[in-house]
């Protein structure tokens, strides 16, 4: 392959500069660039591209929103589209109101200073940092580095728990079970969670913002409820559907 000619003084820099000036390591760039928070180099071969300062900034700003305002990569992909999963105006104006009003439900925006050290949590789980890694690439929590130590946030303590649990349950690696087979249940409840919000904001957009906060907190908890119900239904539901023995 014929290498392709670079304007230089707008793309200086190669991985390694990249890297060099922003502290992450290649695969983590490669990640942000797959999930398109960051544009693609300007390539000149198949393992070759350069990049400018619009992808330095760029960097910079998705480390900033990520370890310091604590949002995950979906959110910050959002922010960076400039549209909040396709709403509208209106409606983005209507969740920022409603953003206030349901805090005490669904919790407070994170503090830098409340970042939880995960390696205690690891020890007391008895997971490995890849495995939580997995899970952060996923979506199901936010793993912050910061000086070659990894944080998250307290809301996001939960994951470890879980699949430490599960792991103690008996899905083990030894059996084939790895983190990212959760990944079923993060795009289960991803694609719940769009048409619950379209839902709502369809049905009570028209309603002044603290009634419709009112209705959402008394709401969740039974809808949570109805989620763990229905999934032990339909595990119910399986186990009725085998035929009993038939004695001779």
């Not at 939580?132 to 728990?161: A, H, Y």
């Not at 907190?217 to 229905?230: C, D, E, Q, V």
Request: glycine share 6%; aromatic share 6%.
């Amino acid at each position: 392959m014929a290498a392709r000619k670079v304007d230089r003084s707008r793309f200086p820099y190669r991985m390694k500069d990249l890297c060099k000036a922003t502290g992450l390591d290649r695969q983590t760039i490669h990640f942000y660039i797959s999930k398109g928070l960051v544009p693609e180099g300007h390539k000149t071969g198949r393992n070759m591209a350069y990049y400018g300062d619009e992808h330095l900034d760029r960097l910079r700003l998705v480390r900033r929103l990520q370890h310091e305002r604590f949002l995950p990569l979906k959110a910050i992909r959002g922010l960076l589209d400039g549209d909040i999963a396709g709403f509208t105006s209106e409606q983005q104006g209507l969740l920022r109101d409603l953003k206030t009003r349901l805090a005490p439900v669904v919790g407070q925006p994170t503090e830098v200073a409340d970042a939880v050290a995960v390696d205690p949590l690891l020890a007391r789980h008895e997971i490995r940092l890849d495995e939580l890694q997995t899970l952060d690439k996923m979506g199901l929590c936010n793993l912050i580095e910061r000086d070659g130590q990894f944080f998250l946030p307290p809301s996001d303590t939960w994951v470890v728990e879980v699949w430490g649990q599960l792991r103690a349950a008996g899905l083990t690696e030894e059996l084939g079970f790895t983190a990212a087979d959760l990944q079923v249940h993060e795009k289960a409840v991803s694609q719940l969670f769009a048409h619950e919000t379209e839902l709502i904001l369809g049905r009570l957009g028209h309603l002044p913002a603290e009634q419709i906060a009112s209705v959402i907190a008394r709401a969740l908890p039974a809808i949570n409820s109805l989620l763990t119900h229905y999934h032990l239904a339909k595990a119910r539901n399986l186990l009725a559907a085998v035929p009993e023995v038939q004695a001779n």
